[in-house]
């Protein structure tokens, strides 16, 4: 039996922008999903009441892993089994975690010697067969951990930051938002495109003020950022008002994290102003929960 567990993800700037090659810094959170993979007489997932078949209706991320390893190795009998702290269809990378999770729960179980790099892109290549049009972000830092430049794939020196995410408990479909900013974009092409590549300069400007650790600046270009996600129709009301009671109660910065529509925003905070931070996002109507950045991908536990 192997249990593996990887990261979640805040985009500290540029979801969206990112799709289209553009740069954006995100970063790895301290939850995370963990995967137990066991002999089993079929391929079986497991959960709490027993284990079925994998389908790929209803488990499209773990099916199409299973099917890149079927061309790695000899898969007939394993049994999967997750559990994860990251809220599902949320902005926190949920997906990226379990895929990445699996990956190395398989590779430790059937000795495929995979490296980083090769989860990562197994990971990128699953998350875009099941979503349409993915960027690398999620899985990347999911593999990685610690603060990333995408496109570059190049990671920054970490820093520990304190976040508060608000959830507003609204599903949000990434591939469904991905393609209305898709459809925004093709009927105003310099509009947007040149949102986009605000955006981008946003998170280029960005890496400096987080290299130096001056949370105060990468506060302020967080919220230029949210305004202008807000200009590309993927923000809304429940999520504007989280945003709004968090930057009141004095958080640094707060915007959308992931694509938005529903999902989470996080609040970047002092620890002096932390839980007041956290209670003002509750009585907007969020879930609120307090997490840090973490410097730790994925790994076999
Ligand atoms: C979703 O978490 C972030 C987006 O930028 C899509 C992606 O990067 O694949 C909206």
């Known amino acids: 039996m192997i249990t593996s567990s990887a990261p979640g993800k805040i985009f500290l700037f540029g979801e969206h922008a990112v799709v289209y090659g553009k740069t954006a810094i995100a970063c790895a959170i301290d939850l995370r999903a963990h995967v137990t993979v066991d002999e089993a007489p079929s391929i079986q997932m497991k959960g709490p009441g027993g284990s079925i078949d994998l389908n790929p209706r209803k488990h499209p991320y773990i099916y199409s892993v299973v099917e890149k390893f079927k061309g790695l190795t000899d898969v007939t009998g394993v049994s999967i089994d997750i559990h994860s702290d990251i809220p599902v269809g949320s902005g926190l990378g949920s997906s990226a975690a379990v895929t990445i999770a699996t990956i190395k729960a398989l590779d430790a179980y059937y000795e495929t010697n995979l490296t980083l790099e090769d989860i990562a892109q197994m990971g990128h290549l699953v998350e875009s067969e099941v979503q349409g049009r993915a960027s690398p972000t999620d899985t990347f830092v999911s ?39 898709a459809a925004l974009r093709e009927r105003h092409p310099i509009v947007i495109g040149q949102i986009m590549d605000t955006i981008s300069a946003i998170s280029e400007t960005g890496v400096d003020f987080i290299q130096e650790g001056d949370f105060h600046t990468v506060g302020e270009l967080m919220n230029i950022n949210q305004g202008l996600l807000d200009s590309i129709g993927v923000g809304s009301k429940e999520l504007s008002e989280l945003v709004y009671a968090s930057r009141k109660a004095g958080a640094l910065g707060s915007k959308i994290t992931g694509a938005g529509g529903g999902g989470c925003m996080i609040a970047l905070c002092e620890h002096k102003n932390l839980s ?26």
């Open 276 to 301: 007041r931070v956290a209670h003002a996002v509750k009585r907007a109507g969020g879930d609120s929960f307090i997490c840090r950045t973490s410097n730790t991908g994925v790994r076999i536990e």
């Open 143 to 181: 593999t990685f951990g610690g603060m990333v430049q995408i496109p570059d794939r190049k990671k920054l020196g970490f820093h520990d930051m304190l976040i508060v995410i608000g959830n507003t408990g609204k599903f949000s479909s990434t591939r469904k938002i991905v393609s209305n900013v």
